[in-house]
Nanobody, 125 residues
Framework: QVQLVESGGGLVQAGGSLRLSCAAS????????MGWFRQGPGKEREFVAA????????DYADSMKGRFTISRDNAKNTVYLQMNSLKPEDTAVYYC??????????????????WGQGTQVTVSS
């Protein structure tokens, strides 16, 4: 059974950077678009970024554009989220997700059928 395991979260000061990684088990990683969501304390789950199967197409939530970069390495079954210029409002649990559709991705959480356990990112002011 395919599993997603995130790593790389932690505590960082405002303005700092973190790189999250998500390792996927199984042989079908490259068949699906991947993404990241986050959920801050007392907030709804929020779309962060998504990437196509080949990695040649990406999408970001408006508040992350220019600061976050999603990428993937299909040879390593891994997707990454580089986060720069972090702000206290970026504090959240970040989840790696797999699209339920092999040919498309979106910003809707119900269109992702596989979720990791999450990794905590805390940005101090």
């Amino acid at each position: 059974q395919v599993q997603l395991v995130e790593s790389g979260g932690g505590l960082v000061q405002a303005g700092g950077s973190l790189r999250l990684s998500c390792a996927a088990s199984g042989r079908t990683f490259s068949n699906y678009p991947m993404g990241w969501f986050r959920q801050g304390p007392g907030k709804e789950r929020e779309f962060v970024a998504a990437i196509s199967r080949s990695g040649d197409s990406t999408d970001y939530a408006d508040s992350m554009k220019g600061r976050f970069t999603i990428s993937r390495d299909n040879a390593k079954n891994t997707v990454y989220l580089q986060m720069n210029s972090l702000k206290p409002e970026d504090t959240a649990v970040y989840y790696c997700v797999r699209s339920a559709r092999s040919y498309a991705y979106s910003g809707r959480p119900d269109e992702y059928d596989l979720w990791g356990q999450g990794t905590q990112v805390t940005v101090s002011s």
